[in-house]
């Protein structure tokens, strides 16, 4: 089983709809967690990280984080065409000194 | 304002090569990291580096070597190159702030091992 798990996709939703990426883990211990948005052909840039339960909101973003459940997820809300990219879940457990990636869910908003 | 800078970005090498890639940051970040990126793998550590001087191996060490040669520099070098490290290679540098462990990125390496 992998840490960290993503659905890989494609996801497709139109323009204007929430996009709802999920990222399950395997670590109890872990306590960060991270969302990292990568267009195709360039690196990763840090997009959203959340520590506590429940909803952490930064504009469009909402990052959702259940500890119980092991699941973190990410809501993009009135998703536009620039959106469309690969998100990657990343997680640090509490002794890891380095994160933990998914292996990335591939996202397409269509105009 | 560079932030952390790879090269080379394109690299083609024969099996039994060798070869080493470079990698800077200009933010005064304590910790770097090597990463490689394959299809459906995600991002996986090769090697990190926490502070100057020291090096620890991650998730995918074998066939590859680091140096920290200082606080800005961070390479990454493959003695002995295989097909099966026919990959794209992110250099990354991280800091610890108010807002949480960052990490950030270099434009990346793509690197083809015939």
């Known amino acids: 089983q992998k840490e960290v798990e993503q659905n890989s996709g494609p996801l497709s939703v139109p323009e204007g709809a929430i996009a709802s990426l999920n990222c399950t883990y395997s670590d109890r211990g872990s306590q960060s967690f991270f969302w990292y948005r990568q267009y195709s052909g360039k690196s990763p840039e840090l997009i959203m990280f959340?520590?506590?339960?429940g909803d952490k909101e930064d504009g469009r973003f909402t990052a959702q984080l259940n500890k119980a459940s092991q699941y973190v997820s990410l809501l993009i809300r009135d998703s536009q065409p620039s959106d469309s990219a690969t998100y990657l879940c990343?997680?640090?457990?509490?002794?890891?000194?380095?994160?933990?990636f998914g292996s990335g869910t591939q996202l397409t908003v269509l105009p | 304002n560079a932030g952390v800078t790879q090269t080379p970005k394109f690299q083609v090498l024969k099996t039994g090569q060798s070869m080493t890639l470079q990698c800077a940051q200009d933010?005064?970040?304590?910790?770097m990291y090597w990463y490689r990126q394959d299809p459906g793998m995600g991002l996986r550590l090769i090697y990190y580096?926490?502070?100057?001087?020291?090096?620890d191996k991650g998730e995918v060490p074998n066939g590859y070597n680091v140096s920290r040669l200082n606080k800005r520099e961070f390479s990454l070098r493959l003695e002995s190159a295989a097909p099966s490290q026919t990959s794209v290679y992110f250099c990354a540098s991280s800091e610890v702030g108010g807002e949480g462990e960052k990490l950030f990125f270099g434009s990346g390496t793509q690197l083809s091992v015939l």
């Open positions: 990343a997680v640090k457990s509490g002794s890891a000194r380095q994160l933990t």
């Open positions: 933010m005064n970040h304590n910790s």
């Open positions: 580096s926490a502070s100057e001087g020291t090096t």
């Open positions: 959340i520590y506590s339960n």
